[in-house]
């Protein structure tokens, strides 16, 4: 399933970002912070993921006349629709774009931009690369995490708490 793919993704980003293995086991408050930007980036690498964050923000993922599709992603549209704020995923997979053109692997952007998102906004971990552009992403990660946070607050919370669990869990199977 989608969640425990995503699941799979934070566990392996504590590979790389190790704070974030203790984070999860205390279940810090950060973490609440730091989770929906890693659901996002992660939906960003692998268009596959993207059912749990689609079910919780559907105006960006909808089936409207205009719509784009995340690449790789046939079944799961993101609305390109000029209502409120739906077109932010579609500015957010815009920048992933231009964070990939720093000369990034798809891979390489993964793990930048998840140290990013553990280190939270203004945070400087690109190491002078760039850092206008991952300021851009960043920006605009933080104002979707905290939309995809509030829009349906009991239903995240119930993904996130099965999504940490699901994280602690698969990172004790992986080391």
Known sequence: ?????????????????PELQQLLEEQDAD??????????????????LAAMPASLLPEHFGAEEDDFQL??????PVSAASQGQSGQLKD??????EVKTL???????????????????????????GQDVIDNFMRSLEAL?????????????????ILMQCTVAASRVSA
């Open 71 to 76: 690449p790789g992603s046939p079944e799961l």
């Open 145 to 161: 995490s905290m939309e995809l946070q509030r829009k349906k607050p009991e239903e995240w919370n119930l993904c996130c708490s």
């Open 103 to 129: 000369g990034l692997s798809t891979d390489d952007a993964w793990k930048l931009l998840a140290r990013c998102a553990v280190a939270g906004p203004g945070q400087d971990t690109s190491r002078e690369l």
């Open 31 to 48: 973490v609440f912070l730091i989770l929906p930007r890693l659901v996002l980036i992660s939906t960003l690498v692998n268009p596959g």
């Open 1 to 17: 399933s989608a969640l425990c793919g995503l699941a799979a993704m934070a566990a392996e980003a504590q590979s790389f970002c």
């Open 92 to 97: 957010l997979l815009g920048l992933f774009e």
